[in-house]
């Protein structure tokens, strides 16, 4: 722990105070080494005078000419619009917050340098809000290095960041004594490590050369790995639940009455998992299996010996919906086996909530399968051995830590179960702390979805279209997403689609469900929708994950360019379930861009989950494939897996020998690199 009562090194350089330092610490920095390991995002250009005539929209660029006039515009927000102009043109620049001196100052400026992304708009390139520098006489020289751009916070402005760092960067080398940790043999052709910092920290014209970056990126995503590799380790000393042997009598039971066999991906799968639970320390394995290959009998499968070992076992579903289907599923299989099967959920009523507590507490409810209030304080399991995750997108450190606190002095097994596939960068990245199991195949028999994209202005045509699929016994999910990002906007839009396709196919059951409904409601309606009692069902994305209506062949998907690939591709998932030749329509909005076309007709292109994970991946970046974006977990500095990803192998190996041989270079790596937030995850 950090001794707070000392005076910090960082408050010794100029220019940090109290509230400074407190800002440097929002960014884990706390030492001049954690500055030096600060790392630029990315890198303006200030060096070079661009033409008004030349600008490049969508680019940041540096102009310089002269502000010729200005008015304000009144109204609901007051704007000022200038004109600027330089030798070779004009452009507008339009702002929203300014004062009356600023104006002033502007008018009686004699040159100005404006920083900023034009657009061109009805035919005029215009900046919104660009820096503008202003000078009384001469402007100074440009800058003749590029200017580099640090993460920052609140209470720091960029030009005050760069001083801090800089003057860490002041100190020299023999300061931070920066000895090599890694191996001669990587480093014996690369940049020393401070020459690559400095060069990140201080470019040149031109962006760091790629050497340098490599050199840092190669460092960082080492950190990272034997950062996920030790918490590996640290989970290997836990104790959990240890089966002596599996059992298979009650297994067989359920797969006898099954009307079809396991695939091999599934038998495969449910071996592994059996060599977990037969080990004496917990299981925490990533089951991948693309949407409708058969995850949740392997998940049932799994829990069968755990259960008959003595042990609760608790599956926890991302939402309501799917909780309940398949609390309806597991008790059909394994109620002719006496086992007792519970569900749990927020919205619960008092009693029956407190009856399943009760029973997860003495023992007597053996599976119990729930939403994420399974996990609340409140609730005490008697001998809980194995916590199943479906349909897990996000994959946050921290979630994965919470499930093994309800395990008591055992730590419980757990198996995470995700149709989104995991590229091989990020199994090698992200997931190292996980073993990793694939379903690769998908059950025999199914036809793959029949993917259109077509434009708005065709949904009458659809309609017809679903009506003779009715006719000929199937049925269709009618999606609609977020128009605006609240719950209430997109609930609006699926009651009014409802009526207009009332009115449109006024002979047809149409069901609508949606988020703002009551469990009860929602349940009852999508009870109707699986006995065929709805043609259609029209939704929102609850029905994203997991929902398994076979005889479902339809889906039509509203303003799909709003949604990732991945979750298209769960979306379609729905259907194409059973043996009816499947469609998805994707009904794009008018205005969308050529770029959402392409990514869509990926979608068309290619039924296979991985293939559009890559995609993903590639297009959004690793942060939206994870879901770590958000919490910022697990982000790199510089390492970036769609540049470095050839660097992956030589890491793996490096990283196994410092584990085993060099715990302090282990320690060394991980603080310099992580530091910090290595202990916000461990709480
Ligand atoms: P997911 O992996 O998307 O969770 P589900 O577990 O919902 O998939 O399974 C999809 C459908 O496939 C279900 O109707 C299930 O009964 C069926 N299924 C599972 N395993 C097999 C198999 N080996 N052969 C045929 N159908 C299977
Ligand atoms: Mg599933």
């Known amino acids: 722990m950090l001794d707070t009562t000392l005076p910090s090194e960082l408050r010794a350089l100029k220019g940090v105070g109290p509230k400074v330092e407190q800002a440097l610490n929002r960014l884990g920095l706390f ?165 690559a910092l400095t060069a990140v920290h201080q470019p040149s014209r031109n962006l760091p050369a790629t050497a340098f970056i490599e050199r840092l990126a190669f460092e960082e995503l080492l950190a990272h790995r034997l950062l996920l590799l030790t918490r590996r380790e640290d989970y290997t000393r836990l104790k959990s639940p240890q089966l002596k042997t599996i059992k298979n009598h009650n297994r067989s039971m359920i797969t006898k009455a099954l009307p079809f066999d396991l695939t091999n991906a599934q038998s495969t799968v449910i071996r592994e998992i059996d060599g977990d639970l037969t080990r004496g320390h917990p299981m925490l394995r990533l089951l991948q299996g693309d949407v409708g290959s058969g995850k949740t009998l392997v998940a049932a499968l799994s829990a069968l010996p755990v259960i008959e070992a003595g042990f609760q076992v608790a599956l926890m579903a991302p939402t309501e919906l799917l909780s309940e289907q398949h609390a309806s599923q597991f008790s059909e299989w394994f109620s002719p086996l006496d086992i007792s099967v519970g569900w749990l959920t927020g919205s619960m009523k008092i009693r029956p909530r407190r009856a399943i507590l009760e029973h997860l507490a003495n023992g007597k409810c053996q599976m119990v399968i729930g939403t994420h209030a399974l996990f609340q304080d409140e609730i005490y399991f008697h001998r809980l051995g194995l916590v199943i995750v479906d349909e897990q997108h996000r994959f946050g450190v921290a979630q994965r830590l919470l499930l093994r606190e309800k395990g008591q002095n055992l730590t419980p097994h757990q198996l995470i179960m995700t149709a989104t596939p995991i590229p091989r960068t990020l199994a090698m990245t992200h997931f190292a702390d996980l073993d990793i199991s694939v379903i690769d195949e998908l059950p025999p028999g199914r036809t793959p979805v029949d993917t259109r994209i077509l434009n708005q202005s065709r949904a009458t045509e659809i309609t017809d279209r679903l009506d003779t699929q009715f006719d000929e016994g199937g049925q269709a999910y009618w999606v609609c997403t977020l128009i605006e990002e609240t719950e209430q906007s997109v609930s609006e839009a699926a009651e009014s689609r409802v009526e207009k396709l009332k009115q449109q196919l006024p002979h047809r059951r149409i069901g609508l469900v949606h988020g703002r409904m009551k469990t009860d409601e929602k349940s009852e309606i999508m009870t109707a929708f699986a006995s065929g009692a709805l043609d259609l ?99 790199f500095k510089v390492a970036d897996l769609s540049q470095h990803a050839h660097l992956l192998d030589q890491i793996a190996s490096l990283s196994e020998t410092i584990r085993l041989n060099h715990g302090e270079t282990r320690d060394q790596l991980i603080e310099r690199w992580i530091g910090h937030e290595e202990h916000f995850v461990n709480v």
Not at 78 to 96: C, H, K, W, Y
Not at 141 to 168: C, F, H, M, W
Not at 542 to 551: D, L, M, Y
């Open 537 to 635: 069902l029209v939704a929102t994305t609850v029905i994203e994950v997991g929902v398994n209506v076979p005889n479902a062949n339809i889906m039509v998907i509203e303003n799909p360019e709003r949604l990732g690939l991945a979750q298209l591709h769960q979306l379609r998932g729905r259907v194409g379930r059973g043996a009816r030749v499947s469609f998805c329509i994707l009904l794009a909005g008018d205005s969308i861009s050529q770029q959402s076309r392409e990514r869509l007709s990926l979608l068309k292109n290619t039924n296979d989950g991985f293939e559009l994970a890559e995609a993903d991946l590639r297009l959004r970046g690793p942060g939206d494939v994870t879901g770590t974006r958000q919490t910022g977990e697990l982000s």
């Open 31 to 195: 030492s001049l080494r954690d500055l030096l390991f600060h790392l630029p995002a990315r890198y303006e250009d200030r060096t070079t005078l661009v033409n008004i005539a030349d600008s490049k929209p969508g680019l940041l660029q540096l102009f310089q000419g002269e502000i010729t006039s200005q008015t304000t515009i009144p109204g609901r927000r007051m704007q000022a619009v200038l004109t600027f102009e330089d030798v070779s043109g004009a452009a507008r620049i339009r702002l929203f917050h300014f004062s009356r001196a600023y104006l002033a100052t502007l008018k009686a400026a004699s040159s100005v340098r404006v920083f900023g992304e034009p657009r061109v708009y009805q035919g005029v390139t215009e900046f919104i809000h660009p820096e503008i520098s202003v000078f009384k006489s001469e402007p100074p020289p440009l800058d003749d290095t590029l200017t580099p751009i640090y993460p920052n916070t609140e209470g720091l402005s960029q030009p005050k960041i760069r001083a801090i760092v800089q003057q860490a960067l002041n100190k020299g080398p023999d300061f931070f004594s920066l000895e090599e940790l890694l191996d001669q043999d990587y480093t014996k052709h690369q940049p020393t490590l401070w020459k």
